[in-house]
């Protein structure tokens, strides 16, 4: 009975986490667009779901919901479910999506469409090989050997994410890193994109000027004339042709002249508005908050290369391990393990949050980005593919946020996996990324304000 009850606490939320995946779909990724394809929408929300639903499932280890027996059959059904999902269906109509848009191939497009996803399994497979991720006594169709390599592709893509986001994020809220922007600044270059424009107007007229007199000479050359009037006209002609030739290659350097200005003057816009937001209350929070996640970024960095020098990889979990430093060094009386828990808790609800946020605004833009009527289906499923592989891989990282009595059921579920590795790997990953883009970012601010040197 209890397990019942306990499976129903579980559907009745997976039912609600794929509402709101659907509800994400139809409000916010193909507002734009028409849905005729609802497995691209069926497949979306039930990735997200049983990606919430493995957070859901590691805040009930926490507060000890459901019984034990209970969490750990979800455990199971939820990661072969995420896999299934993962590892054969997306594929599959992702390559269905992609030979459906091939013309020539639109007749047998089943059966390409399986060559691509077999295609995929062949690289998947090979991708364990070069990385000790699994234990060799594994059989070949185990859960391990799947999540193993899924783990790989998430935590690269988790570290490259949280590589670029813990430079960006000061480099964005702070406001030392805002050009002076005034508005004389932005007249200037305004006044030159109007003369640009101006120049578009003034040599297209030209142009049309020039057609003109072609079109009239050409009904005065249907009349009978002599030879020397016919060889006045074809040399007319042809410089004629030549020079509107010439006016539409300096209209064409003009118009993408007058795209660049355009880009550079929103720029400026944009910055001038930063700037005046700095000068507010929120303005000035989300200041300090650029302060202090610059200070995150380089104490991150500096733990990642001391965990890439000393292969180094904690064994207890931060909230716990913070706070036994602290209770020695103050000396005072304090029951570790029951506020641990707590804190743990809290720890593991905003991660979780703020995961499940930052991910989906990241999809959003990217999807805006790139996305077409023809190639929207298949970007959708993409997308479905790296939300699953992150949540997955997100589990596999926050076991070690977790005090030690909570990994339990998790590990058990997880099988025997090289746990150690992923963090070691999402080190090296992060410093490559979050150096990277420290180096891309003071190119970008260094240029940026030669580029307006001359306003």
Not at 12 to 18: A, D, E, G, P, Y
Not at 262 to 272: G, M, S, Y
Request: proline fraction near 2%.
């Amino acid at each position: 009975m209890a397990f019942l009850l306990d499976s129903v606490i579980m559907f009745t939320s997976q039912v609600l986490f794929f509402g709101c995946g659907w509800l994400f779909f139809m409000r916010r990724l193909f507002k734009d667009y028409e849905v005729r394809q609802y497995i691209v929408q069926v497949v979306f929300s039930v990735t997200f779901a049983f990606s919430c639903t493995m957070f859901e499932l590691i805040i009930f280890e926490i507060l000890g919901v459901l019984n034990s027996s209970s969490r750990y059959f979800h455990w199971k059904l939820n990661l072969c479910v995420i896999l299934l999902v993962l590892v054969f269906v997306v594929p599959f109509y992702i390559g269905y999506f992609v030979v459906s848009n091939i013309r020539l191939l639109q007749r047998q497009r089943v059966v390409f469409s399986c060559i691509v996803w077999l295609t995929f399994m062949y690289f998947f497979w090979k991708l364990g090989d070069p990385f000790p991720i699994l234990s060799p006594k594994h059989g070949i169709l185990s859960i391990e050997q799947l999540i193993s390599r899924v783990g790989v592709i998430g935590v690269t893509l988790m570290a490259l994410l949280s590589g670029f986001g813990a430079v960006n994020c000061p480099y964005t809220y702070m406001s030392y890193f805002l050009r002076n922007v005034t508005d004389s600044h932005i007249q200037a270059l305004e006044r030159r994109l109007s003369q640009t424009m101006d120049m578009i107007v003034s040599k297209k007229k030209r142009m049309a000027m020039t057609r003109r007199m072609m079109y009239q000479r050409g009904e005065v050359q249907n009349q009978p004339t002599g030879f020397w009037r016919m060889i006045k006209s074809v040399t007319t002609s042809s410089t004629s042709s030549e020079n509107l030739s010439l006016i539409q290659q300096e209209v064409d350097a003009l118009e993408e002249l007058s795209r660049q200005l355009f880009l550079e003057t929103v720029d400026l816009h944009d910055t001038k508005e930063r700037i005046e937001y700095s000068k507010t209350f929120q303005g000035k929070y989300f200041n300090f908050l650029g302060y202090f996640f610059s200070i995150y970024c380089v104490w991150k960095i500096f733990m990642a290369t001391i965990n890439i020098v000393f292969d180094r990889v904690g064994k207890t979990d931060p909230v716990t391990r913070g706070i036994e430093i602290t209770v020695n060094y103050l000396g005072i009386q304090f029951d570790v393990k029951f506020w641990s828990q707590h804190i743990s808790f809290i720890l593991v609800g905003i991660i979780i949050v703020t995961s499940i946020r930052g991910l989906l605004i990241t999809l959003t833009k990217f999807f805006y980005a790139i996305s077409s009527i023809k190639s929207s289906n298949v970007i959708v499923l993409v997308l479905a593919q790296i939300m699953g592989m992150y949540f997955v891989s997100s589990v596999l990282l926050m076991r070690m946020s977790m005090p030690l009595e909570y990994r339990t059921i998790i590990t058990e579920v997880l099988g025997e996996l090289q746990f150690n590795f992923y963090h070691r790997w999402f080190d090296v990953i992060f410093l490559v990324s979050a150096l990277s883009s420290i180096l891309f970012l003071y190119l970008a601010h260094k240029q940026a304000p030669e580029k307006h040197m001359g306003l």
